[in-house]
T-cell receptor, first 117, second 111 residues
Framework: AQKVTQAQTEISVVEKEDVTLDCVYETRDTTYYLFWYKQPPSGELVFLIRRNSFDEQNEISGRYSWNFQKSTSSFNFTITASQVVDSAVYFC??????????????FGKGTRLSVIA | AAGVIQSPRHLIKEKRETATLKCYPIPRHDTVYWYQQGPGQDPQFLIS???????DKGSIPDRFSAQQFSDYHSELNMSSLELGDSALYFC??????????FGPGTRLLVL
């Protein structure tokens, strides 16, 4: 069975601090996708990044970076120089690859990030 | 770029009433997913359709049903509404084996 664990329920940081959100996953499949979504107070779910299980290359995009490590089943997300607009709930999610489209997303419980000015 | 469209955005119903939520996926996306997110919870998968056929079923109550039409839009029908059905309902669409893009959600309040 698939499972996604986000151990951090809530994090508060002061603006301009760096913050890392942790995500640990479980799956029996060898081919899967990992995602991060952002849910601001307005409620929409905004896609941030997708990683394939066979692509462990880490990525930096502006102030965002991701660290995918299959050996520890982790897919952590770092925001550098956080801003108040980064305040949101961040969800890590997993789906497995198959011929007829991906399996539905399994989400972690989410981490609520508050960035204080 | 076109996004997933959901209607209505807000809905207020009484207990035991019915509700229909609509979803218009991104053009050329062949898969539609429905999720339910209770207050303070993570989204929970309800049901999905691939090329207009039901592909997966999650924790969808028997009181709910859904279908995908020939134009690829989907509807989630909810009957005998209960207070516990109050939630944010998301539709997502995806081009097969890729990212699921979410609509803005329908916020349902059952009184």
């Amino acid at each position: 069975a698939q499972k996604v664990t986000q151990a951090q329920t809530e994090i508060s940081v002061v603006e301009k601090e760096d913050v890392t959100l942790d995500c640990v996953y479980e799956t029996r499949d060898t081919t899967y996708y990992l995602f991060w979504y952002k849910q601001p107070p307005s409620g929409e779910l905004v896609f941030l990044i997708r990683r394939n299980s066979f692509d462990e290359q880490n990525e930096i995009s502006g102030r965002y970076s991701w660290n995918f490590q299959k050996s520890t089943s982790s897919f952590n997300f770092t925001i550098t120089a956080s801003q108040v607009v980064d305040s949101a709930v961040y969800f890590c999610a997993l789906s497995e690859l198959r011929n007829s489209g991906n399996t539905p997303l399994v989400f972690g419980k989410g981490t609520r990030l508050s960035v204080i000015a | 770029a076109a996004g997933v469209i959901q209607s209505p955005r807000h809905l207020i119903k009484e207990k035991r009433e019915t509700a229909t939520l609509k979803c218009y996926p991104i053009p050329r996306h062949d898969t539609v997913y429905w999720y339910q997110q209770g207050p303070g919870q993570d989204p929970q998968f309800l049901i999905s359709f691939y090329e207009k056929m039901q592909s997966d079923k999650g924790s969808i109550p028997d009181r709910f049903s859904a279908q995908q039409f020939s134009d690829y839009h989907s509807e989630l029908n909810m009957s005998s509404l209960e207070l516990g059905d109050s939630a944010l309902y998301f539709c997502a669409s995806g081009p097969g084996q890729e990212t699921q893009y979410f609509g803005p959600g329908t916020r349902l309040l059952v009184l």
